[in-house]
């Protein structure tokens, strides 16, 4: 393995852990998964969501984590290895693409969620109305010059984290950002626990209501354990690349599943309480986490405050997930292509701040080119839809079936168990026989529906 020895990698099987949960966590934990929860069926939603999970979401983790791991490359390096035949580069263009095109979108977000900080720190949320909140979420997205700054703060911040390298940047960060992010949810959850409204949020997110479970919640749940987990885009099989060969994959992959949940419905509980402590109705999406959340926290008793810790944990939440976004054409650039780490992650922002200025510009019907749409869609639309609704499900679908196909079932299982240093035989048997016969349909299901094909 001499050729090998210059890589970087993380040096832990915890800083694989918290690196990979810093992926999967992000701005899906805040605002979609706990209203998603509970508007279809609460514990009822969340079962079908776990078996989502074991039917999706672990089988294709699990799969990524192995091409990673297997090869210790970059997902173009990963397939040359894996196998000659050059329409499996596929996944590894699909890859780099669907990252990209996330990241164009997800940056604009993530400027306007680190606005949020800086605005309550000013103060801005004190005496906040609901008209109030409105118009200053539209001159947030708007601008059109502060959203672009806070976009390029934002990609700057990422950029800084990823020039320092695997284990100083990636892994020395979520090392220390995770455990915060944790503190500050619970913080927001103890102050949610003396509101009036907690009961009411319990009752919302756990109720088990079989009847609220529509066709169309089960495929949101089947969509949701895919772009939770950060699937289908090489985010997983970069990472797994960085893990040491003693981890326990499927151990890992476990542990981040149960735990990304945990986070969500910590989140919901806090922020749901403080809504309907205030007789609201709740929501998800942009609404709830820039509207929403400032006028019902800024009401409490320390509101500031626990605004301050709320949009602090969103923007770790943000800053994480699009480093691991990021990775995937990093680790591509300075492998494949020679490049130096730093001069990789330059090209990389400027590309990411060249073409994600237009998702910014696009974000409202009243942006500067607000008025300009393919396909009907907006720019920041069309970019959500490129990666989310094609990009994702079709590298999540290859993945399932190269790995369940091409690579043979003895190489699987002498990686997944450490050569036989783990006893998982028939846990990797169980994933095996998933991989191969029932992700692949259902992801093509998933694949489908958000083409609108079903
Ligand atoms: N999982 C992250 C979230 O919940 C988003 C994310 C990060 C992602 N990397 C990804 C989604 C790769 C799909 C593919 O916000």
Redesign the pocket.
């Known amino acids: 393995m001499e050729h090998k020895k210059g890589r970087e990698g993380f040096s832990s099987g915890i800083a694989a852990f918290f690196a990979t949960l810093g992926?999967?966590?992000?701005?899906?934990?805040i605002w979609?998964f706990p209203y998603v929860v509970g508007a279809n069926g609460g514990a009822a939603f969340l079962l079908v969501y776990f078996i989502c999970i074991i039917f999706i979401g672990l089988p294709v983790m699990i799969s990524e984590f192995y091409m990673g791991r297997k090869t210790r490359k970059n997902v173009m390096g990963a397939l040359e290895i894996l196998t000659p035949k050059r329409k499996w580069k596929s996944i590894g263009l699909i890859s780099m693409l669907?990252?990209y095109f996330?990241v164009f979108f997800?940056s604009s977000v993530g400027g306007w969620v680190y606005s949020y900080v800086f605005k309550t720190i000013k103060g801005d949320f004190n005496q906040v109305t609901s008209q109030s909140a409105q118009e200053e979420f539209g001159r947030t997205i708007i601008g059109p010059i502060s959203p672009i700054v806070w976009q390029f703060i934002v990609v700057t911040v990422v950029s800084l984290i990823l020039v320092l390298g695997v284990k100083n940047g990636i892994e020395r960060i979520t090392k220390t950002l995770m455990p915060i992010l944790f503190i500050l949810i619970l913080i927001c959850d103890i102050k949610a626990l003396t509101l009036p409204g907690v009961n009411e949020s319990f009752k919302f997110l756990f109720k088990v209501d079989f009847s609220m479970l529509s066709g169309s919640a089960i495929l949101m749940a089947m969509g949701l354990a895919?772009?939770?987990?950060?699937?289908?885009?090489g985010?997983m099989m970069t990472y797994g690349s960085y893990f040491t060969k003693k981890d326990n994959m499927m151990g890992t992959a476990a542990k981040v599943a149960i735990s990304?949940t945990i986070v969500s419905l910590l989140v919901g509980i806090a922020v749901f309480s403080a809504v309907f402590s205030f007789g609201m109705k709740p929501s998800s999406g942009p609404g709830l986490l820039f509207m929403t959340v400032p006028m019902v926290f800024s009401k409490l008793p320390f509101g500031t405050l626990l605004l301050l810790a709320f949009f602090i944990l969103a923007s770790i939440?943000?800053t994480t997930?699009?480093t691991?976004?990021c990775e995937v054409v990093i680790a591509y650039y300075s492998e494949q292509r020679g490049m130096s780490r730093k001069k990789a992650v330059f090209l990389n922002a400027v590309i990411i701040l060249g073409i994600g200025i237009f998702a910014t510009l696009s974000a409202d019907d009243n942006s500067l080119l607000g008025k300009f749409t393919v396909f009907h869609m907006r720019v920041f639309d069309l970019f959500d839809f490129i990666?989310?609704n094609i990009l994702?499900p079709l590298g999540g679908i290859l993945i399932a079936i190269f790995v369940g196909y091409v690579i043979p079932k003895c190489d699987i299982k002498k990686e997944l168990s450490n050569e036989g240093n783990l006893k998982l035989d028939k846990l990797i048997d169980t994933y095996y026989i998933i991989l191969r016969y029932v992700t692949p349909v259902l992801v093509f299901i998933v694949f489908l529906s958000s083409l609108g094909l079903m």
């Open positions: 992926s999967a966590v992000g701005l899906g934990n979609k669907g990252s996330i997800y895919f772009f939770k987990l950060s699937l289908g885009m985010c990304d939440a943000a997930a699009m691991s976004m990666s989310s994702l």
